[in-house]
């Protein structure tokens, strides 16, 4: 379990980086936290002629939270994000998943970059900026380039970038001082890799809403009915339907995985609701106690 | 203060370790030193057609074939029926496992020799591979070793009249029981660095191993040199379990090659190399029939276990020291009249198995505590009261059981009481909402009658209790069920002459041998050739000698795991340490003081009878006093101070032990959980885990309590997370701890212990064996635990681990299928 024998290159720049990465051409690899990347050197799935590090690159290290949007650098790390103060909804969602990755020692190197280009389908960031509706920027020889993440991966460790290209940053618009956010990992043990995650974003203000499926299928994906029926009715949908909709989207079959994801998105979508307050008159099941939450065309 | 037996001393070893200054076999260096990597079998079942290195690493790269004159590890015993296997330590014209260890390459480092490894091609015919031990056991099956006539090592048979019983039963409980494969996963692999010194013309061999006096024998019986030329030394070891107290072909195979090569060679397994390779353990099926009078008091029980043995039978303990356990461990604590069991210790193409802390009991306890509870269960009586009164009564010590082991002492039912006062049972039956603890079947009305009815028709367990309890237990505000469970177990430990003799091993234990010395300076040393890797031994050797020398341990120092440097030992294994290489110490330590009081007789002019030792000191009756260093430096320095007729044999000692009765003794638990099963998720949470334990005399509560800690956590990898997946070609499917999962601090519950102290009255000081006690008991209380949780929804888990997976999926097939003819869903 030895890596095959590389060159090593700690980028100073962001075209620091750009120039080694291309000089090396199809044998070199980024390197940001190393902790997807680690391993697979280490079990030789990746052999690398060069590996130019961009975890110390400052122009990928910065956290901007405008008003409109949070921008995170790419080699901004797990634990830096968890440690963030937050002002509101998007935060307090980014440090609850960032907290729930693996454990502290791996969120000190580990990056929401490197977590994004690797698209795991059971990692967490890929799930979260799904269901954030998150863009992805990019760097390249030709240029920058964006794109949103749910169409920057494409499969299960597959993604739009192409050979030369370094992610720079993500973006994660803001939500409504309304809005709610559900998230729910099952894991066989604390901080590992998820069985399956639900995500749920309910934003009546900008009448968004997004319910996501994760680690089942290749990639995270928002399941359209199931966020139609939420968003119309501020309800959780039937556990059948949620399993049905699982099943077609992730192509998944296997009765027990497919039960596990319908439990983390119906628990996600209660956790999501669960933080609204419910209506004076205590009834928090029937019809309308969440009025003004309920928008019929929901953006997806 | 003293620092004798039963004091919370300090582990002396803690010192180097906690300052990262310990050293183990990879921290060692000598000049010239490479690295050893294996090419290993990327195939479970293959015969090699051939082997081929590039040109340009000749010299670099070596196969069986190179290895000519060096014998195959051969483990023989003397039990009828029993088949050895020849285990090449490189591969010989067949590979019988995926990761089986087929040429060895040599560089400067391991990333190179690694590159080396990769360019090594093998040409392999892929032979079917035999996976599953129920599937080899068929006539047919695809065979591991071809020139036997079946996959079957061995098998073993006890007969007892059950037939007769199952007529006389109100209660006939029928299970089938699983329990997965798993490795060891010590901190430390396994590691080994073998040079040639010049000097004294020997082998010397580094190695992290349990057992070095036995590593020595062996090397030097499979490589033929005469043991003279061999030394070998355990530096400090990063915990074993087990894992360690056999001969590795790596031992031989790096020992071979630092010979060949002149030059110092290492090798550290990598964790890959450990979860594929090292997959070696744990892994029994049950099938087991127990019939019980109506109050759930056992009449007969009736096994068949197979046992998961991989390709190879290890040296020294063999492939058949786990089922032969297993079948003599069974009945465990019971006091039980008829037993019947067969046992088959089958072949498969999987790393060789491997003793694992507990050796066996943990599958039989898990089989026999699940069906104590469904025996319970079938007469609607709590099972904690099943449980006690189905135990060996303390009246009845010494007992000897149905297969001939004998209990020396204790009260066992006791052990049960004290965990349930301390799990709080009484609280948990309210917490469910079920009845308090039930008085007992006779009492309640619907009972008796149907006692008749089973006494006429003894069926499968009892619907009644089923319907009883899916009324009761109603989920908790959160969703999840609450469930407490039990589990107890009695163990041999320290067993010796008789019981290995018996088994006809390479290998029969005798008398434990240590010295002990009063050094010049006044301090003294104590050499044992048994090992610590992680258990403290250090510390509690010195506190025995402490004891019987009335000298601090800090002015004791141990030495162990160098066969230069100390008396021969079978090693640490079988919970022996404290009972024997501790029995030893403390028989050539109270030699040592009779010499020392006499000695000191001399220089205080009076009678060695009326010579005390405490503080360091002798102490004479009227007050006048000389230290140990006076005593020591008139032997060593001044023997002028002495007179003519002094004792010429001095102040180093070297004795020999054992027990008086050598068939083991037996330490004991009750291990209690309550769980919170998510119905939703199959996921388990422990709430709370209490152990009562009993391990006689307790040298060092402190160390011993790690002890447990360590080992209920090891049990509770084994109730709900570790397992060693393979497809159906026998390729690795866990070969990362990303997939082969660990419980880790979140998983683990802060557990409570409470001891008793029933004394071995065969031992010195009435110590018992507790180094693998713990791991013994978890499965059956956790899972005993899960099905108390899941007995509303009519679900039962049989298989460990009983991952969300496997829970969940019992769930949901009760829900489409509905309750099965006798009431319940079991687990696959
Ligand atoms: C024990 C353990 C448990 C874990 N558990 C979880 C978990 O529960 N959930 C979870 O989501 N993750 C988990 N992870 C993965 C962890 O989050 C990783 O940090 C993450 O997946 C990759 O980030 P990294 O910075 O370490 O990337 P690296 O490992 O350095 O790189 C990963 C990939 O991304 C590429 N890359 C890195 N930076 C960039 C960039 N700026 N632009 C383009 N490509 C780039 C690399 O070339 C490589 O292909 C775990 C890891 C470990 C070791």
């Keep these: 379990m030895k890596p095959v024998d590389f060159a090593y290159h700690r980028a100073t720049g962001l075209d620091d980086a750009l120039e080694h990465l291309n000089a090396a051409g199809e044998g070199a690899k980024l390197l940001g936290g190393g902790q997807s990347l680690g391993p697979m050197l280490n079990l030789r799935l990746a052999r690398p002629r060069v590996l130019v590090d961009v975890s110390s690159v400052a122009a990928l290290r910065t956290v901007e939270p405008a008003r409109e949007r949070v921008t995170v650098g790419a080699a901004v790390t797990h634990a830096e994000i968890e440690d963030r103060p937050v002002s509101d909804v998007i935060e307090r969602a980014m440090r609850e998943v960032a907290a729930g990755i693996a454990c502290r020692a791996v969120r000190n190197r580990g990056t929401i970059g490197g977590s994004v280009a690797h698209a795991d389908p059971s990692a967490d960031w890929p799930i979260f900026l799904v269901c954030a509706g998150a863009r992805v920027y990019i760097r390249g020889a030709a240029g920058a380039r964006a794109l949103p993440v749910t169409d920057f991966i494409r499969a299960a460790y597959t993604t739009d970038l192409a050979p030369g290209e370094i992610i720079t940053h993500v973006e994660i618009a803001r939500a409504g001082g309304q809005a709610r956010f559900g998230f729910c990992k099952l894991c066989r043990k604390a901080g590992e890799f998820a069985e399956a995650v639900g995500a749920v974003l309910i934003d009546p203000e900008r009448r968004c809403c997004r319910v996501v499926t994760g680690a089942v299928g290749p990639k995270p994906v928002v399941l359209a009915d199931t966020t139609r029926t939420l968003a119309a009715t501020a309800m959780p949908p039937e556990p059948d339907a949620i399993r049905a909709e699982i099943a077609a989207v992730a192509n998944e079959h296997d009765p027990v995985k497919l039960h596990t994801a319908a439990v983390a998105v119906g628990r996600a979508i209660d956790r999501a609701l669960a933080a609204y307050a419910p209506s004076h008159d205590g009834d928090r099941s029937g019809s309308g106690a969440r009025t003004g939450l309920t928008f019929q065309s929901a953006d997806i | 203060m003293s620092t004798g037996i039963g004091v919370r001393v300090p582990r002396k070893e803690d010192a180097r370790h906690l300052a990262g200054k310990a050293r183990f076999v990879g921290d060692l260096s000598f000049p010239r030193l490479w690295e050893v990597a294996f090419v290993r079998s990327p195939l479970a079942h293959a015969r090699i057609r051939s082997i081929t290195v590039p040109e340009r690493h000749a010299g670099r790269v070596f196969t069986a074939r190179d290895m000519e004159g060096v014998r195959p590890i051969r483990a023989e015993s003397s039990l009828p029926t029993y088949k050895p ?61 071809e020139e036997w006539g079946d996959n079957l090592f061995l098998t073993t048979s006890v007969d007892g009249d059950f037939e007769s019983a199952r007529k006389r039963a109100a209660v006939v409980v029928e299970r089938e029981y699983r329990t997965a494969r798993q490795c060891m996963a010590p901190m430390e692999g396994k590691a080994v660095l073998a040079r040639h010194d010049e000097r004294k013309g020997q082998l010397v061999v580094y190695t992290s191993t349990q057992v070095p006096h036995l590593i020595r024998t062996g090397l030097s019986q499979f490589l033929g040199l005469d043991q003279a030329d061999v030394r070998v030394i355990a530096p400090d070891v990063g915990g074993g379990f087990g894992y360690k107290c056999v001969l590795q072909p790596e031992e031989i195979s790096v020992s071979w090659a630092a010979m060949r090569t002149g030059r110092p060679l290492r090798w550290v397994e990598d964790r890959r190399e450990h979860l594929t390779a090292g997959a070696n353990t744990r892994q029994h099926h049950y099938r087991l029939t127990a019939c019980a009078d109506g109050r759930g008091r056992l009449l007969a029980v009736d096994a068949e276990i197979t046992v998961d043995v991989g390709a190879y039978s290890v040296w020294p303990f063999t492939a058949c020291l786990e089922a032969s356990q297993a079948g003599g461990n069974l009945p465990g604590p019971y006091a039980l009249d008829v037993y019947r069991c067969k046992t088959f210790s089958v072949a498969t193409n999987k790393p060789g198995f491997t003793p694992y802390r507990g050796v066996a009991r943990p599958g039989v306890c898990f089989a026999m505590e699940l069906t104590i509870d469904a025996v319970a269960r079938a007469v609607g009586r709590e099972p904690a009261d099943v449980r006690a009164e189905n135990l060996v009564p303390a009246s009845a010590m010494p007992y000897t059981n149905v297969t001939g082991k004998h209990y020396d002492s204790g009260d066992y039912p006791a052990s049960v009481a004290g965990a349930r006062r301390m799990i709080g049972l009484d609280a948990v039956r309210a917490r469910q909402g079920r009845s308090p603890p039930l008085p007992g079947g006779a009492d309640r009305p619907d009972t008796a009658h149907a006692r008749q009815d089973h006494a006429e028709r003894p069926a499968r367990d009892s619907r009644r209790v089923d319907a009883m309890s899916a009324r009761q237990g109603s989920p908790g505000p959160d969703g999840r069920l609450i469930g407490v469970g039990f589990s107890t177990f009695t163990e041999q430990t320290a067993h010796g002459t008789r019981v290995f003799g018996a088994w006809g091993l390479p290998l029969v234990p005798g008398y434990e041998q240590a010295t002990v010395k009063l050094a010049p300076s006044g301090t003294v040393e104590v050499r044992s050739g048994n090992h610590s890797f992680g258990q403290g031994l250090e510390t509690t050797l010195a506190q025995i000698a402490s004891e019987q020398l009335g000298i601090g341990v800090d002015r004791i120092r141990v030495t162990m795991g160098d066969t230069g440097e100390t008396p021969y030992s079978t090693g640490a294994y079988a919970s022996r340490g404290m009972v024997m290489a501790g029995g030893a110490v403390s028989k050539a330590a109270e030699s040592l003081a009779g010499r020392i009081r006499k000695h000191a007789a001399h220089l205080l002019q009076t009678g060695a009878d009326r010579v005390s030792l405490t503080g360091g000191q002798a102490n004479a009756a009227g007050g006048a006093s000389v230290s140990f260093e ?127 102290e029933s004394l071995s009255p065969y031992t010195r000081h009435g110590i018992k064996g507790i180094g693998e006690g713990a791991a013994i008991a978890p499965a059956g209380a956790v899972v005993n635990a899960i099905n108390d949780a899941l007995s509303p929804l009519n679900v039962e888990i049989n298989e460990i681990p009983a991952t969300p997976r496997r829970i969940l999926a019992a769930i949901l097939a009760a829900k489409t299928s509905g309750p099965n003819e006798d009431g319940r869903r079991r687990s696959p």
């Excluded at chain 2, 090449?88 to 020799?113: H, Q, Y």
């Excluded at chain 2, 002094?646 to 638990?669: C, H, I, R, W």
């Design chain 2, 85 to 145: 296997s020849d285990y090449p330590p490189l591969a010989r014209g067949k590979v019988r496992f995926a990761g089986e260890c087929v040429a060895l390459c040599i560089a400067p480092t391991r990333a190179e020799a690694e590159d080396i490894a990769e360019e090594v091609i093998l040409d392999l015919e892929a032979l079917p591979a035999v996976i599953d031990s129920l599937a080899a056991r068929r006539p047919g099956a695809p065979r591991v070793h």
């Design chain 2, 630 to 756: 006076d005593v020591a430096r008139a032997w060593y320095l001044r023997p002028d101070q002495l007179p003519d007729d002094v004792d010429t044999q001095g102040l180093e000692v070297t004795e020999g032990y054992k027990p008086e009765v050598d068939t083991g003794v037996f330490t004991y638990a009750t291990h209690a959980a309550v769980v919170a099963v998510d119905p939703a998720t199959g996921s388990v949470e422990i709430l709370d885990y209490v152990l009562f334990e009993d391990c006689g005399r307790r040298v060092n509560p402190m160390i011993l309590e790690g002890q447990s800690y360590g080992g209920a956590a090891q049990g509770i990898g084994t109730a709900l997370f570790e397992e060693s997946l393979y497809d159906e070609n026998g390729q690795p499917l866990t070969s990362t701890f990303a997939d082969y999962v660990l419980p880790g601090p979140v998983e683990l519950p802060a557990m409570r212990i409470e001891h008793t």
